[in-house]
């Protein structure tokens, strides 16, 4: 079964941290560019970071830039998202998002699969 599992989340304090992992069973995340979103209660998905599958171009959303640090390690097939100074408003459930395109830039099919989500909750 291939999967995507989410770890890492949790209530943590205000200017505390955390370190999500999204680590993949039943298929490589090598070939993937891995996306981590984010959705508040009442809010839309959020993009929130973002690394390629050479892992040489990560990206970040405003909200979390100067603050965060996207890595992978394609040995243990896991990507991680590390989130400094926590703030109430990044309490949310973080999704991570695979994807990858086989063929050539004018023909190609696309495989993508979302993990289930993990709850961080940002309070004193």
């Known amino acids: 079964q291939l999967q995507l599992v989410e770890s890492g989340g949790g209530l943590v304090q205000p200017g505390g941290f955390l370190r999500l992992s999204c680590a993949a069973s039943?298929?490589?995340?090598?070939?993937?560019?891995i996306s981590w979103f984010r959705q508040a209660p009442g809010k839309e998905r959020e993009k929130v970071s973002c690394i390629s599958s050479s892992g040489g171009s990560t990206t970040f959303a405003d909200s979390v830039k100067g603050r965060s640090t996207i890595s992978r390690d394609n040995a243990k097939n896991t990507v991680y998202l590390q989130m400094n100074s926590l703030k109430p408003e990044d309490t949310a459930v973080y999704y991570c998002?695979?994807?990858?395109?086989?063929?050539?830039?004018?023909?190609?099919?696309?495989?993508?699969?979302w993990g289930q989500g993990t709850q961080v909750t940002v309070s004193s």
């Open positions: 039943g298929f490589t995340l090598d070939r993937y560019d």
């Open positions: 998002y695979a994807r990858t395109r086989v063929g050539s830039p004018s023909m190609y099919r696309e495989y993508d699969r």
